[in-house]
């Protein structure tokens, strides 16, 4: 019974993400989908993309969080435009949430479109929101160890932003060992350091971007 | 529909939690479920909590996560017994799971048993697992916005293990910011200030579960 509502809300999920993905295509948006734990820094990490890309690119961002406005607000405050989806208890964004928002934008208008999921290692994986790309981060503080404990996460992402590097000297962490586990889990996937506060290894995550834009306009 | 299995789950698992419950009571186990983030530094802490207090109690572990066994491992490196529930994609334990392990441990034997819950701030928080004290755990370097952003949790937590205030020197975290978002959203839970690897703050966490220990045994 639980096993067949579930695939149930998945297929009802894949149905939205496929018409999402081709409202994202008709108007050549290229969204990307961000996930990570509460606090691994994905909103500072965007407030520091926008930044850089602002003069490039037309950037719009959806911010997922189980309640408050504080995040939509600070993206904002850089001259974004960001929609706040609270979940009200809800552990991920699903594609419906999603296209529910979606009026809000005007999508000709975006070049690139941002989802910052729900913080959480666990329950966004399993949901397509119509996105082109996943993108997971863990930071330093979080210790070794979150790999291989979420491996479904790392399985199902093309691209690992370790963050806080700056705090490397302070803690016990092994980077060549995170990349390491990353290989063993998702030998495709690549692992790209960071830290989006001191912007140490931007170049290389708004390179990642830009690459990924200039495939999808092709 | 959705909503009447969630009640139905709820309700099964409200069953299980009572029947753990009254079996932890029947043995005078104490039991404490502890939640956080992934990598908010729950399993050093109880690696710090084991070795403070191993002389005293006799104490055991359940560890949830959704694969491995590093936890458990780690945990039984110490001399204490350690169980590991694999959830396999689950993103919280719920009170089956708990009932299902129980035999593994002589309860008899056991003063106190933790269970670390599966890195998460927002699935554990709706699952009574039978225990008596509900801890939640959040780190510095998580940031200060995850009080409000997670309100849930923090509604129904007893104690707030501020995590790695060692690294205040480093980032912008505002103690007693924190210290006001808890009141506002909980007013009878207490923050306590810990860094479980430097062990400052040790002492106030020990001394709570001494008291909660001799309150339970009254």
Redesign the interface.
């Known amino acids: 019974?639980?096993v067949i509502?579930n695939q149930d809300?998945l297929k009802d999920n894949n149905k939205s993400a496929a018409y999402n993905r081709k409202l994202f295509n008709d108007h050549q948006t290229l969204v990307i989908n961000i996930m990570s734990?509460?606090?691994?820094g994905k909103t500072t990490l965007l407030e520091k993309t926008i930044q850089a890309l602002a003069s490039e690119f037309k950037i719009g961002v959806i911010e997922g969080?189980?309640?408050?406005e504080?995040?939509a607000e600070r993206i904002r405050s850089l001259g974004a435009k960001a929609e706040q989806i609270n979940t009200n208890?809800?552990?991920h964004l699903d594609a419906r949430m999603i296209t529910k928002t979606l009026p809000k934008f005007d999508l000709e208008e975006f070049d690139i479109l941002f989802i910052e999921n729900?913080?959480?290692?666990?329950?966004p994986s399993g949901y397509d929101l119509g996105q082109h790309h996943k993108v997971t981060m863990?930071?330093v503080?979080?210790?070794n160890?979150?790999i291989?404990?979420?491996?479904?996460m790392f399985k199902r992402t093309e691209l690992v932003l370790l963050n806080?590097i700056?705090?490397l000297p302070?803690l016990d962490f092994n980077v060549e060992e995170a990349i390491q586990d990353l290989k063993e889990i998702n030998p495709l996937s690549r692992l790209i350091e960071i830290s989006a506060r001191t912007e140490d290894g931007m170049q290389e995550w708004i390179y990642w971007i830009k690459k990924a834009y200039k495939q999808f306009k092709v």
């Open positions: 019974m639980k509502l809300v734990s509460p606090g691994s969080d189980l309640a408050t504080k995040d208890g809800g552990c729900v913080g959480n290692l666990v329950c863990v930071s503080p979080e210790g160890d979150k291989p404990k979420y491996p479904i806080k700056d705090l302070y």
